[in-house]
């Protein structure tokens, strides 16, 4: 109560002053969150995927946020234009019982645009709302700290006659979960500190919508962890580094990590007593296609998102079998369904079941057994214990217990153990009357484990979400929002039912 009060009392006075200083379009956002279900251990699933790492796994938790924003958009009449927000949370039952969510600030000049900070981004080309999220860059986790070039508006290529538009971003960043690896791995397990982050991705628009109601989006993701220090944990809850590896922080591993290079030997494989230099770092990334008919009142969008956690899947030497396939409706205007979205996602083949890198005696080399979201150094691509990709692949902070139906204890691992997985998923949403929205969500996964640590019987896993949204206009800016959820299956986050409700309170301090 004492972090809460303190957090309200520090931004309500600090808004006079932002107010002044800082010009107009001052918006604020106050919300409160409470959850609770029967779950043995967790909550339900969709209570706490894909909503930036904010919401806890815990069975029973809340949170109250406070935050100010201003929107670059505020001066779009100007070429310079300058944005940025805070927003600060007190948390219960959660990693930390302080958290700033997001502390960013943004100045652009015409269609470019520096971004410096914490900042919650969507996924790119999937429904915000409805969609499962993206492989590479989704919303699950909490929001990494980064400086960021980005063109993050379609700009169209002159002399095209408006039909080729291009938009993209570059950026570097640091990891902030020390403390929370730490405190989480158990003795004899590896963790990394002081990692740093590196994205980039360009996005190719073609169509022209004031003409043709027919466009193709096209996109390559590509991301990277490098530098820091790898340690293991032992029993004495000591740390002890694991070795000299090469992950350090000049001039040239940032070079590597913006162009995937050869590292020493000591960051490949060894195999056939041989050590190899694969690329510095941990490099994963996805292609995005789609493809949207849009006539007018309603319109149909097929896409389709490619993954590869190294070079092997990158292009089509290995085939690809793995990856994220949607279709997601826009109806014309009715009470009951505005939109209808189905996905289907795959990570099982990986490019195959065995690795070997060539020798003199054997000169093949097969680049499977990908791993997906996992390294031999790194934690994975997670940050929190969350996936930064998709849900799907159950994230790291579920290792808190052993599972009966793993070969080995996964306790404390910071490892996805569950990165092969079929999912089919189901996202409806609707405006039964004004001021009142719903949306259903419902998914059903398949889960064999991983290649290293398989499980032994394959487990299946549904989950559901119904959340119902209430603004009132005689009440401006307030939100109550209740939801449902309810898990079933045998997978680590088993069988749960639960309540949450959740009030906000928005609004403009400054014309």
């Known amino acids: 109560m004492r972090h809460t009060l303190c957090l309200v009392g520090l931004l309500l006075s600090c808004t006079n002053m932002l107010g002044q200083a800082l010009h107009k379009g001052i918006h604020y956002n106050i919300e409160s969150s409470v959850a609770w279900s029967n779950g043995e251990d967790f909550a339900p699933f969709w209570f706490t995927a894909n909503r930036h790492g904010l919401f806890s796994t815990d069975a029973n938790s809340g949170y109250l946020k406070a935050g100010l924003f201003r ?49 919650e981004r969507p996924s790119a080309l999937k429904n915000p709302l409805l969609s499962s999220g993206g492989l590479i860059f989704g919303t699950n986790a909490r929001p990494v700290p980064q400086v960021r070039f980005e063109l993050p508006k379609y700009i169209t290529i002159p002399g095209t006659g408006d039909w080729l538009h291009i938009k993209g971003f570059l950026g570097y960043g640091m990891y902030t979960d020390n403390n929370w ?42 991301a990277t ?11 004495g809850r000591e740390e002890i580094k694991t070795g000299d590896f090469k992950m350090g922080t000049g001039f040239k591993d940032f070079l590597e990590a913006l162009i995937p290079m050869g590292g020493d030997a000591t960051d490949g494989a060894t195999s056939d007593g041989e050590s190899y230099a694969n690329a510095s770092g941990n490099h994963i990334g996805s292609w995005h296609f789609s ?28 085939g690809w079998q793995d990856g994220l396939m949607g279709l997601e409706v826009t109806l014309p205007q009715n009470p009951i369904v505005h939109t209808f979205l189905y996905e ?27 791993d997906y979201y996992n390294h ?45 997985v079929k999912t089919h998923h189901f996202g409806i949403s609707g405006s039964p009357m004004e001021g009142l929205d719903y949306r259903l969500l419902v998914s059903h996964s398949k889960h064999w484990g991983s ?14 979400l119904l959340e119902v949204t209430c603004a009132p206009n005689r009440w401006k800016g307030w939100k109550f929002k209740g939801s449902v959820a309810y898990d079933h299956g045998k997978t680590i986050i088993g069988n749960n039912f639960g309540g949450m409700l959740t009030i906000s309170k928005s609004g403009i301090l400054t014309q």
């Open 344 to 370: 289907y996602m795959g990570s099982k083949d990986q490019a195959g079941a065995v690795y070997h890198d060539h020798t003199p005696e054997i000169p093949d080399q097969i680049s499977a057994v990908d």
């Open 181 to 222: 690896q730490r405190d989480f791995v158990s003795p004899g397990q590896r963790y990394t500190l002081d990692a740093l982050h590196h994205v980039k991705a360009g996005y190719l628009k073609i169509g022209n919508e004031e003409t043709f109601p027919l466009y193709f989006e096209g996109a390559l993701e590509m």
């Open 451 to 464: 290649y290293y640590i398989p499980l032994i019987d394959t487990e299946e896993q549904t989950s559901a």
């Open 71 to 119: 929107s670059t958009e505020q001066d779009k009449e100007r070429n310079w234009r300058h944005g940025y927000g805070l927003e600060l949370a007190a948390a219960y039952n959660h990693t930390s019982s302080f958290i700033v969510q997001q502390a960013y600030y943004d100045i652009a000049w015409k269609g470019m645009q520096l971004s410096i900070g914490s900042k």
């Open 291 to 318: 493809l949207t008919y849009n006539p007018g009142d309603w319109k149909i969008r097929a896409y389709y998102e490619h993954m590869f956690d190294d070079h092997s899947m990158m292009f089509f030497e290995y």
């Open 376 to 420: 031999l150094l790194y934690p994975g691509w997670q940050h929190w214990g969350m996936s930064m990709g998709s849900p799907f692949l159950i994230s790291p902070i579920y290792n808190t217990h052993n599972h009966p139906n793993f070969f080995f204890d996964i306790t404390g691992r910071l490892k996805f153990q569950y990165n092969r």
């Open 225 to 235: 962890q490098f530098g820091g220090h790898a340690y293991n944990v032992t029993w």
